[in-house]
């Protein structure tokens, strides 16, 4: 594993990171669950029922999606109050391990940096700031407001990140906790690791083609200091 790990690492010119898993656990001191039943709130508010297989689920993301493909014109007044719960979850979110020195090392190193989100732009710059990050990330592509259809697994946000950065995808590496992220990164022709917080994630990211499947961000952090500058 290291060694894939450091070919991977050796090999990229950048590094985009998905924000919650790989960078933080956003919704550590929020959670998730919460955030998904005040979109339900609002939905509610507004007399619709989102459908039985909705009902109690925990990912708030799932609510956008579905109401942007079925309830497109409350999309708006919903987006809004998701974007607000996620920037009350990124002030209490804790840093994912080694996340916050791989990010610096890889700037240093003079590679360019990127987050790439289904979150808002608002909640992901709220915490690179209260952290001190965001001198080290030049490029934020989050969820395009109005547009949960462009979330990942579209390689949309992956190659808007590529192109700002002025790079191509095959330089690029990608690390990501999610089926979908592994997906996007496929369809946006980058290299991947898949970062496994939890053992049952493995089988999941490595079938959607992850380069290598990683436990802990720690190898990606060695791998850095040890590749050290580009050449």
Not at 55 to 83: M, S, Y
Not at 106 to 133: F, K, Q, W
Not at 148 to 173: R, T, W
Not at 178 to 199: C, F, H, N, Q
């Amino acid at each position: 594993m290291t060694a894939d790990v450091a070919a991977l690492v050796g090999g990229s010119s950048v590094f985009l990171f998905d924000f919650d898993g790989p960078v933080c656990n956003l919704f550590a001191g929020h959670p998730a669950s919460r955030v998904a039943d005040t979109v339900r709130a609002a939905l509610a508010h507004r007399g619709v029922q989102p459908p039985d297989a909705l009902r109690d689920a925990p990912n708030p993301l799932r609510l956008l999606a579905w109401t942007g493909e079925h309830r497109a014109d409350l999309l708006p007044e919903v987006e809004d109050v998701l974007i607000a719960e996620e920037v009350r979850a990124a002030e209490k979110a804790t840093p994912t391990a080694h996340a916050h020195e791989a990010i610096e090392l890889a700037c240093r190193t003079g590679r360019g940096v990127g987050v790439v989100s289904n979150n808002s732009e608002a909640a992901v710059s709220r915490y690179l700031r209260m952290h001190d990050l965001a001198r080290y990330v030049a490029v934020l592509s989050c969820r395009v407001y109005g547009h949960p259809e462009l979330m990942k697994p579209s390689p949309e946000p992956i190659l808007k990140a590529v192109s700002e950065l002025g790079s191509k995808p095959s330089s690029c590496l990608f690390i990501g906790d999610a089926v979908t992220d592994m997906e996007a990164g496929a369809r946006a022709g980058t290299t991947t690791i898949g970062y496994a917080k939890y053992p049952d994630r493995i089988p999941g990211l490595e079938g959607a083609g992850a380069g290598c499947v990683v436990d802990s961000l720690r190898p990606v952090l060695d791998a850095l200091d040890s590749d050290g500058a580009l050449r």
